[in-house]
């Protein structure tokens, strides 16, 4: 992350400040101070929906500076309740005032003073249902949002700070001595937090916060409670029974402590000793598991309070009678790759980290949910996204490789933590402190000649990963570990705080300043360059020329890798940066974020800044893609397109302008000053709409588009003007006025042609009926086809029936009919087939699959497949029909034996019923009857089964008698 001062509101009279609050929902600043003092403040951004100016970026002014009077004694107490939009405030007197808002003003509600003792801290619940008030003797009052008391109670001790638990079940109370206490919501006493205390017993609880999971946690069993004393020690807990708390000195004295809106940033204002007498006023961030992320020096002799915007994108500070602003740029796990943007966030009820990949030309997303996801990095085509397992024994992170819809190619599972992460065209780098990873991930994609060369030429003993120390000089012959214990186990004096990887290098720099430098995918180190700074992040630029540092300052500087011996590195410094990207097509070319200004360089001269809190996600073509990702993490399920922008730099602009203003030649003239692939396309773009194809060929030459070179040489071969601005029009991808072009001259037919070629059918249909003989018979039926195609793609059959019989496409109508489960009209296709015996067998096989026997017949019968016609009788149990038809076309099948072996087969398998059924269906019932006396005979011999027997006799002897054959004798039993 990276944070600098942003705004400073002075506070009239010089009166010093005590506390500030930010509502979170509804962006009111309230702040308190000496005399009575108590402002609420509102800044609101100055955009309209047309400006790409948005978020940080944007001018901010205040929409609202309202005095409030109540007080007279120092407001040092201030709390919120977000949900029934309330304000509560406290002086040094005791009085308590609660405000409401009112048409848009603040207005007193309740007041109450105890007349006692002083109010120490008030906390609402996260509900805004109670408030707990502690006062300085130990008084301890509950209330409700609608001014009741709900309890009361005398603590016997001397109370500092207050905090409810997230569901509101726990109270916990810090005291003057130094000790918290855990009460529950009616009063109850539990018991005594475990607070580790610092050797001296001089100290304060100065800061007791509670993150309330409103807006998810950043991973699973988080810590989520800080104890800050004053004496500069911290203590962080996942709950209050953790028995195992983080505790750490932050080398200061702390004012106050906040946490962030998701609990991943812990904010603390403090002052720092330095060489001179006087303090130094600075503001920490510590992450959720203690380690410093970044400080801010801020100006003045006391800062006393800080807290946090609702989005976390800035803090306000209260500063002797000032209030500065400070804006923040998080470190957002995200990445870009072939048009997709991959991004994470949470979600309050849902413990795993939400991943959107959203394709932004096509404005599809696709969602994922992992567990503890701690990164993610992007390039080319493929992204990685890293994940920690905690386990009982150990904990592990997965290396997961996606493509640019979300999914996953290919992954490893390492023992070390990923704290430097980079990906390039197809290998991953991770390292921790001391040791580096390689893995060379597979990607899904079709093998070339010369991938198959190099695979069969590579020595066996290559493998995808490996694992190198730091402190080795490997050789990229064999050296590196694919056991990670003996590199792992090593430690380092210098390590590791970045890297970054392409195709060609790895570069990797050390706490030291040295930067080293690996040729991949041998993995050889070639290099030890140093420099003079701590880097936190690198970027190369696309030749592997040059290097870019940021330094935890944000300090940016350029290091030539090329430089001949003797000479110096070139002087290049920039401050404020927070984010850079080189150009993919130019290595001069760089653009950086310097606070809300984009800044473009070519080579160390910048243009004019570009207005802009986007992250940079890629550079090419002249044009400068970045991200609102403030805006965007805000709506992460809706994200909008509005939200990316596409910036062009000054060359470009000025082309377009001469190009507009000016004329040709001397638009010429400039890019041939400024040559880039870009400016000649758009040059030649230029010289084809005023139909100077010599130019329009040179500018193509010069860009290397041999396509665009054979458009020029066939256009000027056309016979007229309007011609050939059509055929520019259409090529330049305006096809509504190559369209209008081509019926001005009377050509409907080259208009239809053009439309044909876009697939644009809807459209040609629509021009062939307006120009009465224009159209034909084939385009017609082709135009027909291809809607009709178009309406089946989207399963739309209905639709698609009326234009395959427009086009009467009999094969496309068999399978719609069948799709819509129409029967009817299918058995009808058969009358209307002539010729085509592929479609009346489909058509047949349709019939088969769905009983309807007699259709099926005719259809084969129809193109003479006798055989497969009687053989669908027989499958179909329709045996007296497949009598029939061998009968009528004399075929030499013995049918009846057929039916008997089939039988037979049937009543050895125990089957009698399926034998049974097959006689009645070939209308054989005297062998119906036959079985069916068997299986009565079995059943009479069973006792219990004489009364089913019975019916199976009578079964028999009505089939018989039907025949007019017997008597039967029924046996005795």
Not at 376 to 381: E, K, L, T
Not at 921 to 948: H, P, W, Y
């Amino acid at each position: 992350m990276f944070i600098y001062l942003s705004k400073k509101i002075a506070i009239p009279n010089n009166t010093k400040l005590q506390s500030i609050s930010w509502n979170n929902s509804y962006g009111w600043i309230a702040c308190g101070g000496d005399g009575g003092l108590l402002k609420v403040l509102k800044l609101e951004s100055q955009t309209d929906k047309n400006s790409k100016v948005r978020g940080l970026a944007a001018p901010s002014n205040l929409s609202m500076n309202q005095s409030l009077e109540g007080h007279t004694g120092s407001v040092s107490v201030i709390a919120w309740n977000e949900h029934h939009v309330k304000l509560t405030t406290s002086d040094e007197a005791g009085l308590i005032i609660v405000w409401t808002l009112f048409k848009g003003s603040w207005y007193e509600e309740m007041i109450n003073n105890r007349n006692k003792s002083v109010v120490r801290d008030m906390q609402w619940n996260s509900d805004g249902q109670q408030i707990c008030i502690i006062y300085e003797d130990g008084a301890v009052i509950v209330g409700s949002v609608d001014g009741n008391r709900i309890w009361g109670s005398e603590l016997n001790t001397e109370l500092a700070k207050v905090q409810w638990s997230p569901d509101n079940g726990i109270i916990l109370f810090a005291t003057l001595i130094g000790e918290v206490h855990i009460y529950d919501s009616l009063g109850t006493k539990i018991g005594r937090l475990n607070l580790v205390s610092p050797p001296s017993t001089a100290y304060n609880i100065v800061g007791l916060k509670w993150y309330n999971g409103c807006n998810g946690y950043v991973e699973e069993e988080t810590y989520c409670l800080a104890i800050a004393l004053d004496v500069g020690r911290i203590q962080l807990m996942r709950s209050e029974i953790d028995e195992r708390p983080i505790h750490f000195l932050t080398n200061s004295t702390i004012a106050e402590v906040n946490w962030n809106h998701n609990g991943s940033l812990l904010a603390v204002a403090c002052s720092m000793e330095s060489d001179s007498d006087k303090p130094i006023n600075c503001v920490q961030f510590y992450s959720s598991h203690g380690i410093l992320v970044r400080q801010l020096k801020v100006p003045g002799k006391s800062l006393t309070s800080v807290t946090w915007e609702g989005s976390s994108l800035r803090v306000a500070l209260a500063v002797d009678s000032f209030i500065y602003f400070a804006n923040i740029r998080p470190d957002y796990k995200w990445g870009y790759y072939a048009e997709t943007l991959v991004f994470t966030y949470l979600k309050p009820d849902v413990l795993d980290t939400c991943i959107v990949f959203w394709d932004i030309k096509s404005n599809i997303r696709k969602v994922k949910y992992i567990l503890n996801v701690t990164a993610i990095r992007a390039f080319g085509d493929h992204c990685v996204i890293v994940n920690k397992t905690v386990n009982i024994d150990k904990t592990t992170w997965t290396l997961t490789v996606f493509n640019a819809i979300g999914t996953p190619l290919d992954s490893r599972t390492i023992d070390m933590e990923p704290l430097s992460l980079s990906i390039s065209g197809n290998a991953v780098v991770a390292a921790n402190e001391s040791a580096i990873f390689f893995w060379q991930f597979k990607a899904s994609k079709k093998l070339t000649a010369l991938d198959l060369a190099q695979a069969l030429t590579t020595s066996r003993k290559d493998k995808s990963e490996r694992y190198v120390h730091i402190d080795d000089s490997p050789s990229g012959v064999g050296e590196g570990s694919q056991d990670p214990g003996n590199v792992l186990i090593r430690p380092t004096s210098d390590p590791i705080t970045c890297l970054k990887a392409n195709d060609r290098m790895l570069v990797v720099a050390r706490e030291s300043g040295i930067v080293q430098q690996y040729t991949l995918p041998r993995f050889s180190l070639d290099q030890r360059h140093q420099t003079n700074t701590i880097i936190t992040k690198i970027a190369i630029n696309c030749d592997s020329s040059r290097l870019s540092f940021i330094d935890p300052l944000g300090i940016m500087t350029f290091f030539d890798l090329h430089l001949k011996s003797g000479e110096v590195q070139p002087h290049f410094e920039r401050k404020d940066v927070w984010d850079m990207c080189w150009a993919d097509d130019n290595p001069e070319l760089m653009a950086l974020m310097e606070k809300t200004r984009m800044y473009v360089f070519k080579g160390t001269d910048p243009e004019e800044p570009i207005l802009s809190s986007g992250y940079i996600c890629q550079f090419n073509e002249l044009m400068i893609r970045s991200a609102l990702l403030d805006e965007i993490i805000q709506e992460p399920e809706l994200p909008s397109k509005e939200n990316i922008l596409d910036l062009e730099i000054k060359s470009l602009r000025d082309t377009r302008e001469l190009l507009e203003k000016v004329g040709i030649q001397d638009a010429l003239s400039f890019v041939e000053d400024h040559a880039h692939p870009r400016l000649w396309r758009l040059l030649a773009e230029a010289a084809l709409e005023k139909l100077d194809m010599d130019i329009a060929e040179k500018a193509f030459v010069r860009c290397e588009d041999y396509n665009g070179i054979q458009f020029v040489k066939r256009v000027s071969k056309l016979d007229s003007e309007a011609k050939q601005q059509a055929e520019i029009a259409a090529y330049q991808g305006k096809f509504e006025a190559a369209e209008r072009l081509y019926l001005d001259m009377d050509r409907r037919d080259l208009a239809v042609n053009l439309r044909a070629k876009l697939g644009d059918w809807f459209r040609v249909v629509q021009l062939l009926k307006s120009g009465g003989g224009a159209g034909n018979d084939v385009m017609y039926t082709k135009a027909w086809n291809a809607i009709g195609d178009y309406y089946t793609d989207r399963l739309k059959w209905g639709s698609a029936v009326s234009y395959y019989l427009q086009s009467q496409n009999l094969e496309k109508l068999a399978e719609c009919y069948y799709l819509l489960e129409d029967y009817t009209k299918l058995a009808e296709l058969v009358d209307q087939i002539h010729d085509n015996e592929f479609l009346l067998v489909n058509i047949a096989n349709k019939c088969a699959s769905i009983g309807m026997c007699e259709d099926a017949v005719k259809a084969l019968i129809k193109c003479n497949r006798i055989q497969e016609a009687v053989d669908t009788c027989i499958f179909l149990n329709h045996w007296t029909l497949a009598v029939d038809i061998a009968a009528e076309h004399d075929l030499k099948i013995n049918i009846k034996s057929q039916l008997e072996a089939t039988s037979k087969q049937l009543v050895q398998s125990g089957k009698i019923l399926e034998a049974i059924e097959l006689y009645r269906n070939a209308n054989l019932l005297v062998d119906a009857a036959r079985l069916i006396f068997k299986l009565a005979r079995e059943c009479g011999e069973v006792t219990s089964q004489a009364m089913q027997a019975k019916k199976l006799y009578v079964l028999g002897l009505y089939r018989d008698q039907i025949l007019g054959s017997g008597p039967w004798r029924l046996p005795r039993h």
